[in-house]
């Protein structure tokens, strides 16, 4: 297994959206793992509260979440909310050419040749409830064919 010494500097590519917010510190948490010897770190998304979708979204994408105060490893991977280290990245041949789960691809990579991969939920990032999909397959669609709340 490839394991980043702690101490050696690290050069690390995050990707996120054009539609996505990150918070304020995403990379220094993305970068605080990196040191900690985490090779990927695969974060989570939500969506505005303003959203009608936020709640049946976040219920669904939730619904694997063990009791508070255990860690959430966590099945979702969003190109919105990832990164990972140069050197891993490589070992992996970098992003397939996919029209659509290009991220999953790449996680699924790391993961089988021993990367150490953090799936964690400590840094959200806000992405766009949008339904119109850019690419088939992608969170639009799954935001499209989510369940809609009842109208009042």
Same mark, same amino acid.
């Given at each position: ?50 959203? /009608?979708?936020? #709640?049946?979204? &976040?219920?669904?994408?939730? @619904? ?8 959430? $490893?966590? !099945? ?47 840094? /959200?990032?806000? #992405?766009?409830? &949008?339904?119109?999909?850019? @690419? ?8 499209? $064919?989510? !369940? ?5």
């Amino acid at each position: 297994m490839a394991r980043a010494d702690a101490a050696a500097p690290v050069t690390w590519i995050a990707t996120t959206d054009a539609d996505s917010v990150v918070p304020h510190d995403w990379l220094a948490h993305q970068l605080a793992r990196a040191r900690e010897g985490w090779q990927a770190v695969v974060g989570t998304v939500v969506l505005p509260s303003t959203s /009608p979708l936020a #709640t049946p979204h &976040r219920i669904r994408y939730e @619904a694997t979440r063990p009791p508070a105060g255990t860690p959430w $490893a966590h !099945p979702h991977v969003h190109g919105a909310n990832l990164g990972v280290a140069t050197a891993a990245y490589l070992d992996v041949g970098g992003f397939p050419s996919l029209a659509t789960g290009e991220d999953h691809a790449l996680v699924e990579a790391l993961e089988r040749r021993g990367h150490r991969v953090l799936r964690t939920a400590r840094c /959200p990032v806000l #992405t766009s409830p &949008r339904l119109q999909a850019r @690419a088939q397959g992608g969170f639009g669609d799954y935001l499209a $064919a989510m !369940p809609r709340p009842a109208e009042a």
